[in-house]
């Protein structure tokens, strides 16, 4: 008797399939996927090899709305203000929501390379990316991204590599931020790249070794951590 073809459980099961398969994936394609099948569903949320690449950029969800009235309605934007809401966190919500919602998954920490290209990314966020330990982000890239205040960020940076900064290895080795989101010259890197295609896992921060050019160029972090100029 023949051997019948692999079902997608199968095949999805291989996590070198996996793995290959799900950066090419839009988020919302997998997490439709998710719910073909319960057994797809566990296989998807327990394994690290789907959430590695992550594409927000897509997503509806990720998406500030420009509306300041919302479905029911009901003006968010005044009712969350009055609660003393910083701007930086009504910019930072939409994000904000999605990552409370994988960190509760437990797939957070398996996202390496995080695209929130074009989405409204405050420098805040960017910090809690960095730092926040539910995060294990290696390669972020926010190409026209909104809401991100560049010298904000190149503090948020500094403080991140500071000399002072406690003794833990720093896991964040690449920022994408100048270059235009729709650039296929300047798409951030793929996962190969994590796999030892060229980041060396050599101790302390090396941000700035996979820095685009033009990242480079305008926010310039030296391997020993130090910001040295912000010619822009
Ligand atoms: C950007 O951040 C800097 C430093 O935190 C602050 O002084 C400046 O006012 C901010 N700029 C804008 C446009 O918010």
Redesign the pocket.
């Known amino acids: 008797m023949e051997a019948l073809p692999p079902t997608l459980l199968d095949l999805l099961s291989n996590s070198l399939v996996l793995g290959q398969v799900s950066p090419l994936l839009p988020v919302s394609a997998l997490l439709f996927l998710s719910r073909t099948s319960k057994s797809v569903r566990q296989l998807i949320y327990s394994s690290r090899e789907a959430w590695r690449y992550l594409d927000l950029s897509p997503l509806k969800s990720a998406q500030l709305d420009a509306s300041p009235i919302d479905v029911g309605g009901v003006s968010w934007r005044a009712e969350r203000m009055d609660e003393a809401l910083s701007e930086d966190d009504f910019y930072a919500g939409p994000l904000r929501g999605i990552f409370s919602q994988m960190h509760s998954w437990r797939v957070l920490k398996w996202v390496q390379v995080l695209v929130l290209d074009g989405l409204s990314v405050p420098a805040d966020l960017v910090r809690e990316i960095v730092m926040e330990e539910r995060f294990g982000v290696r390669i972020l890239s926010v190409r026209g991204a909104t809401h991100l205040?560049l010298?904000?960020l190149q503090?948020v940076l500094v403080y991140a590599v500071r000399p002072s900064r406690p003794e833990t290895v720093l896991r964040f080795k690449a920022l994408y931020v100048f270059g235009s989101k729709d650039d296929p010259k300047q798409l951030p890197p793929s996962i190969d790249l994590l796999n030892g295609g060229g980041v060396t896992a050599s101790q302390g921060a090396q941000i700035g070794a996979h820095w685009n050019s033009r990242s480079a160029e305008a926010l310039q972090v030296t391997k020993s951590g130090n910001v040295l100029s912000q010619c822009m």
Do not use: E
């Open positions: 205040n010298s904000k503090q």
